[in-house]
Every structure is written in C-alpha cells, then in structure tokens.
C-alpha cells in the first residue's frame, strides 16, 4: 500500500515552453502532498506544500507564478513548470501523506531536461 | 532555518567493511527518518526514529536517535554492494511529518 506515482518519468523540452508533471496517490488518499526539488549529487529541497482544494503554500525563494501547483483531488496534485528555462533542469519529487500525517510517501521523480 | 548536516559527504568502501554516518543539527526534532535514494528513483523510507536514545534495528543496519534528539547515526555492517547509494536524514519538528528537513546526503559506494 500507499503507492505514489509521477509521470512522466522524464521529460526534454525547449526553453520557454511549459511542463506539466503528475502526482498520484494510487492506493490511498492524500490530504497533503509536497513537491520537491534536487540537484545532481544534492539533497531534497521542498518547493511547496498543497492540500487538496486550497492554494500551495511555496517555500522562500520558490516562484509561484513559475511552478503553479493545482491540487484538485485527493489523489492528484499537478506541478507546471512555466516558461521552462534551463536552469530548471532538475529532478523533481512528490510526496503525500494521509490524514494521519505520519510518513510522507515519495513518488519515484521526474527528470526534467530543458534545452 | 533549521540545518541538518551529514558526514560524510562521501564514501567509498569495500564489500565487508562496516561505516557509520552521522546526522547531526542544533534543533530538536520530534522524529527523525532515514531514507535510502537510488539514481533516478525517489527516497525510500528506512526507519523513523522517535525517542531519544532509541536503537533500531533493521538487519545489517543499526539506527540511533541522539538523546536530545538533535542528532542520529545509521551504522551498516558488512557492507555489501547493494548498500550503495544516497543516504538521507529528515527531521521532522511537527510531529505530523507535515514538514521535513532533509540532511545534505551521504553518497555511499560499495565495491566487490
């Protein structure tokens, strides 16, 4: 149980387009689902935390109107990269967790290229 | 901002040998959890240490939460090369794992 799915698992775009990635609890509901960020040979960093049917909350330094986060269900939270730089490239990560709040469930991240 | 720092960084070792990595930060955290991260995969959780002073086990590895609960150790015996990868530290002030600080990582390198 509590499986978390991302897709796509990798992703190359051109600089200035926008990429979606997906977050999907498989098996549970997740009232709360973070979004993370890590560098080659670099830790987590949490960009933002949703809840399902509110606004993200965004860690300092971490462009809202840049990684827009729509939280609409208890199973699906969305991170869309607008006008993808290359600097963006990185790998990023979701996780959810229950009601319970207990574990944090990680996703097995997207890998996002942009030329 | 709370800051968990891991050492080391780095390590490289032959199957067999044993190695401690340490989680060290000067806040107190409710719990604190270790994963394990491979390339190109999401962190797998290990254990999730809660009281100060707590040992787990959990086959070749050994976890300890530091009394004050500001610091741990992951000790691994016998290394073997399925050991190798990212380990990471995680501390969780709220309780609820609301929120977690990850440790800087350990890169772990295991050879036959």
């Known amino acids: 149980g509590a499986v978390v799915s991302q897709h796509p698992s990798r992703v190359i775009c051109k600089s200035g387009t926008s990429v979606k990635i997906e977050c999907r609890s498989l098996d549970f509901q997740a009232t709360t689902m973070f979004w993370y960020r890590q560098f080659p040979k670099q830790s987590l960093m949490l960009m933002a935390t949703s809840n399902e049917g509110s606004k993200a909350t965004y860690e300092q330094g971490v462009e809202k109107d840049k990684f827009l986060i729509n939280h609409a269900s208890l199973t699906l939270s969305t991170l869309t990269v607008t006008s993808a730089h290359p600097e963006d490239s990185s790998f990023y990560i979701c996780?959810?967790?229950?009601?319970?709040?207990?574990?944090?469930?990680f996703g097995p991240g997207t890998r996002l290229l942009v030329l | 901002t709370q800051l968990l720092e891991q050492s080391p960084q780095f390590l490289s070792i032959q199957e067999g040998e044993n190695l401690t990595v340490y989680c060290n930060s000067s806040?107190?955290?409710?719990?604190l959890q270790w994963y394990r991260q491979e390339p190109g995969e999401g962190p797998v959780l290990l254990v999730t240490v809660v009281t100060g002073g707590e040992v787990k086990k959990l086959k070749r590895l050994t976890f300890q939460f530091g009394d004050a609960r500001k610091d741990s150790s992951l000790h691994i015996t016998a290394a073997q090369p399925g050991d190798t990868g990212l380990y990471l530290c995680a501390g969780d002030d709220t309780g609820t794992a609301s929120k977690l600080t990850f440790g800087t990582g350990t890169r772990l390198q295991v050879t036959l």
């Open positions: 996780s959810a967790t229950t009601d319970r709040g207990e574990t944090q469930y």
């Open positions: 806040s107190v955290f409710s719990s």
